[in-house]
């Protein structure tokens, strides 16, 4: 009885633990547990295959990725969001210009009181009037010193290198995170920022789409990882905030909400 087809199971591949396995296995396994659950025979239960989904997107494959959808179930309008790494090396360029930008402003503070022989005396090449060893430089040149001024560009060189540095440190510690994701309202590509070190299992924050101007709001669930570029991985999605018009179609009645909850609420929940 067993040559019958009809009863025989679906063929599976072997998977070596999840954290161990390419991103080649995972995908293979990922495609045949989608095409199994259509034909009514899955390989893999529910909550494993959420794990090797979730895995997918922390790779950054390109299998798992899902485009902007709704809920019937909480009315929401969502697209998924995943770590954005070049992203977080664009931010880790920008405050390193910082603080190269604040190097050089304090090596012209420097160099600006070098000329001006405000550290001769400390160096112990000058400091000294009359005709001993330690005559000035510029008075054995004949020529006249520029004015000292006060180290302005220093003090502001080392606020930004000392700022830079710290925000790189924070990068390196994995401290923030980049998530980009297609905006629910326009499917443009958008991205935001999130703070990685949170005791919360899902970080969330409000932005805004720069295309389209609409409120949304980023959601990860951030892991560490030795392997990730930036010690973090991190998958989520973004929510289309709400507004009152969107349940408004023209000049007609409004949609939202139902007019059963509206006449129920106009006769005072009786």
């Not at 999840?18 to 547990?33: D, F, G, I, N, P």
């Amino acid at each position: 009885m067993w040559d019958d087809a009809s009863i025989d199971g679906p063929s599976c591949l072997r998977l070596p633990p999840l954290h161990l396995s390419t991103r080649a296995e995972l995908e293979e396994v990922y495609l045949q547990a989608k095409n199994t659950y259509f034909s009514g025979q899955p390989i893999v239960d529910d909550a494993f295959f959420d794990a090797i989904e979730t895995r997918l997107k922390h790779l950054g494959s390109d299998v798992a990725r899902k485009y902007p959808r709704c809920s019937r179930r909480d009315m929401t309008v969502f697209g998924d969001a995943e770590a954005d790494y070049e992203q977080m090396g664009a931010l880790a360029a920008t405050w390193a210009g910082f603080v190269f930008l604040g190097i050089a402003l304090m090596g012209l503070d420097v160099k600006s009181a070098v000329d001006a022989g405000a550290l001769e005396g400390v160096f112990g090449f000058g400091g000294g009037g009359g005709d001993g060893p330690g005559l000035g430089l510029a008075e054995t040149a004949g020529t006249t010193r520029p004015a000292a001024r006060a180290p302005i560009l220093a003090a502001l060189g080392g606020f930004l290198a000392q700022t830079g540095c710290g925000k790189l440190a924070s990068l390196r510690d994995g401290n923030t995170i980049a998530m980009s994701g297609d905006c629910p309202n326009c499917a443009e590509r958008v991205y935001a920022f999130l703070p990685a070190n949170s005791a919360a299992k899902t970080v969330k924050l409000k932005s805004d789409c720069h295309v389209c101007g609409r409120g949304l709001t980023f959601a990860a669930d951030v892991q560490s990882s030795k392997d990730a570029p930036y010690g973090k991985v991190a998958s989520g999605r973004i929510y289309l905030v709400s507004r009152t018009d969107d349940y408004y179609d023209g000049g007609a009645a409004p949609r939202w909400p139902p007019a059963k909850a509206r006449a129920k609420e106009e006769s005072g929940g009786l």
